[in-house]
């Protein structure tokens, strides 16, 4: 049996929130060796998304964490990995544009592998209505944070790994791109990279600004000094 935590932060996501775990139990309902469980971590959405949570969580097997103001998507992520108490633990959107079709291969990759990863540059992957201003600072990005590890989507927000992975490390990326810190100071020796269909929004916009990407580019200046010391 396969223990799963899945958290997704939120922000105004109450059209997205039901849509999300109507889709994503009724996929896990196929398959009998899967437990898993989401848990929602809001940050006092003004759009009452935390009183939709708390509602669905009658329903489905889901916990909800309500924070007192908008703190930032990567430490939203390490609030859902300390509630969690299960042996594999995985972050995705709340907005849909995660396809969850590849969470049960996920899993599964788990059996031979450390860190499971929803890429969005392998062949068979696809990005609908990509524009092209997002698609070059998504490009960017990846560009800059292989330097830092070898994975083709260091910047995924889509992954699930084994929680022993980051056991014994210090988590402290406040902004989104917490999976490039994952994999440079976890412990692990192998990742998958499953393609999948990055799907566009709905009912909610991208909540990357200025301030995360300033936080990106931070990140990256840190721990690329630190790589250089560790030589």
Known sequence: MFKVSMITPTYNEKENIPKLAAELFELISKHPDIDLELIIVDDNSPDGTGRVADELSSKYPIKVIHRAGKMGLG????EGFKLSDREIVGVMDADLS??????PEMIYSLKDTDIAIGSRFNNE???ENWRLDRKLISVTGVWLAKKLT???????G????HKKVIDKVSLTSP???????????????????????FRTREHSVSKLNSKEYFLFLKQLFVFSIKKMFRR
Do not use: N, Q
Not at 158 to 161: A, E, K, S
């Open 150 to 156: 070898k994975t083709a989507d260091p910047l995924s």
């Open 98 to 103: 995660h396809d969850p079709m590849i969470i």
């Open 125 to 127: 992957s696809s990005v």
């Open 175 to 197: 902004g989104y791109k917490i999976l490039l810190e994952i994999l440079v100071k976890g412990t692990y020796s192998k990742t998958r990279e499953i393609p999948f269909r």
């Open 158 to 161: 889509y992954f699930i790994l």
């Open 75 to 78: 430490s939203a992520v390490m």
